[in-house]
């Protein structure tokens, strides 16, 4: 059974701070996502990596595929407080399934 | 709007009655699922629809969840004889393309919160 631990489970931190969550598997992944969801809202894809080592930047937020596809991570600049949300990793798992991330809570304080 | 929706948003129920939540896509979209999340956590999958097809449904939690899109547009999950445990956030999502190639982005709905009481 595949499956996806992200770490931490909670963040709480100062806005301008930098943070780091991580996402890891035993398994190997064609792909990896990640999405963010606000309170009440529906997760929304922040981006997909497809390669064993890519690094893709969206404005302060830098996500990195592992070498040999087994795990991410999601790199914050510079936290601001709309960066506030839980960030979910996911996977594909099989033909048609995904797989979610046990999710990191992100709170940034002004 | 052309985002998916999902209704009810808010179903109360009592223990052993059936439910029906609705998902309707956005238009043209080919893939629709099904998920359940709990709070704080990561949605669980259900069942995955291409077209009016239904090609998995392994994450069903048991027989009393079924789940149809007979014209490949509008979907029901159906939960029968609910009980207490069922309750959860069900989300759908749809996207453009078919099952797990890397650029198909799912666009998550509302989501209905069902309670059973």
């Known amino acids: 059974t595949q499956l996806l631990e992200q770490s931490p489970q909670f963040l709480s931190i100062q806005e301008g701070e930098n943070l780091t969550v991580y996402c890891n598997s035993s398994?190997?992944?064609?792909?990896l996502q990640w999405y963010r969801q606000e309170p009440g809202e529906g997760p929304v894809l922040l981006v997909t990596?497809?390669?064993?080592?890519e690094v893709k930047k969206l404005k302060r937020l830098t996500f990195q595929f592992g070498d040999a596809r087994k795990d991410s991570s999601l790199h914050i600049t510079a936290a601001q407080t709309g960066d506030t949300g839980l960030y979910l990793c996911?996977?594909?798992?099989?033909?048609?399934?995904?797989?979610f991330g046990t999710g990191t809570r992100l709170k940034v304080l002004a | 709007g052309a985002g998916v929706s999902q209704s009810p948003r808010y179903k109360v129920t009592k223990r052993g009655q059936d439910v029906a939540l609705r998902c309707d896509p956005i238009?043209?979209?080919?893939?629709l699922y099904w998920y359940r999340q709990a709070l704080g956590q990561g949605p669980e999958f259900l069942t995955y629809?291409?077209?009016?097809?239904?090609?998995?449904k392994s994450g069903l939690p048991n027989d009393r969840f079924s789940a149809e899109r007979p014209e490949g547009s509008i979907s029901t999950l159906t939960i029968q004889r609910t009980e207490q445990r069922d309750s959860a956030m069900y989300r759908c999502?749809?996207?453009?393309?078919?099952?797990?190639?890397?650029?198909?982005?799912?666009?998550f709905g509302p989501g209905t919160r069902l309670t059973v009481l």
């Open positions: 238009s043209g979209h080919v893939s």
């Open positions: 999502a749809s996207s453009l393309g078919q099952g797990r190639y890397a650029g198909s982005t799912q666009y």
């Open positions: 398994s190997v992944f064609s792909s």
């Open positions: 990596v497809v390669t064993g080592g």
């Open positions: 629809f291409n077209y009016e097809a239904q090609q998995d």
């Open positions: 996911a996977g594909p798992s099989g033909t048609y399934k995904y797989i």
